[in-house]
């Protein structure tokens, strides 16, 4: 079984700053997810990644597989960025076609 | 982008009542859709995997008598907590995979609480 790890739990930030969020998985995996949740529940996938390096707008997110290690990256990060921050693996097999492991997620809040 | 709903967002019912909550893909076809549950401070875990027109696929530990997911077509799953007790009461997300390696897109969630 995929144990998916966090880091930080939560983390308070002012407006502007570089975020970095890091998860790390102990099993191989055939892709990564990177969601945001919001307030309320609603779920929204950012990204998903099975090597190098992706960007969309003022999101990074960055994979390194033989380190099995991901980091998401927000630059110049806005109030509205504030929201739990979750990771998922994807087993072998699927890339998206299987059921996925998640990460407790880190809870994001940044200030005006 | 790809948008998949759920009905009813929030529900609340009496104990030992049963709970339906749809699933749709509104403007793809998912050839699988999957079923989450998250409580309150806690991971995301996928509760089963639903092909269109197969059985479910129950994560262990996951009653299927209990929760019974019937994915009638391409565009719909759902999920039916049956006599439903207050250790239920959660955080039900879906989501849909569209296919050819492409991501699953989420749900809004519905919230269920049991009294």
């Known amino acids: 079984k995929n144990e998916v790890e966090q880091s930080p739990q939560n983390l308070t930030a002012q407006e502007g700053e570089f975020i970095t969020i890091n998860c790390s998985y102990s099993?191989?995996?055939?892709?990564l997810h990177w969601l945001q949740q919001h307030p309320g529940g609603g779920i929204v996938s950012l990204f998903m990644l099975s090597s190098g390096k992706k960007k969309h707008g003022r999101l990074i997110a960055t994979i390194n597989i033989q380190e099995k290690h991901s980091s998401l990256h927000i630059t110049a990060s806005h109030p509205r960025d504030s929201a739990v921050y979750i990771c998922?693996?994807?087993?072998?097999?699927?890339?998206?076609?299987?059921?996925?492991?998640f990460g407790k997620g880190t809870h994001l809040i940044i200030q005006p | 982008g790809a948008v998949v709903s759920q009905h009813p967002s929030r529900v609340i019912c009496k104990s030992g009542t049963s709970v339906k909550i749809e699933c749709r893909s509104l403007d793809f076809q998912a050839t699988t859709m999957f079923w989450y549950r998250q409580f309150p401070k806690k991971s995301l875990m996928l509760m089963a995997t639903s092909n269109e027109g197969s059985k479910a696929t129950y994560e262990q530990g996951v009653e299927k008598d209990k929760f019974l997911i019937n994915h009638a077509s391409l565009t719909l799953s759902t999920l039916t907590v049956t006599s439903a007790h207050p250790e239920d009461s959660s955080f039900y997300i879906c989501?849909?995979?569209?296919?050819?390696?492409?991501?699953?897109?989420f749900g809004p969630g519905t919230r269920l609480l049991v009294l």
């Open positions: 998922a693996a994807a087993p072998y097999s699927g890339g998206g076609a299987d059921g996925l492991t």
């Open positions: 099993v191989g995996i055939s892709a």
């Open positions: 989501s849909a995979y569209p296919g050819q390696r492409e991501t699953q897109y």
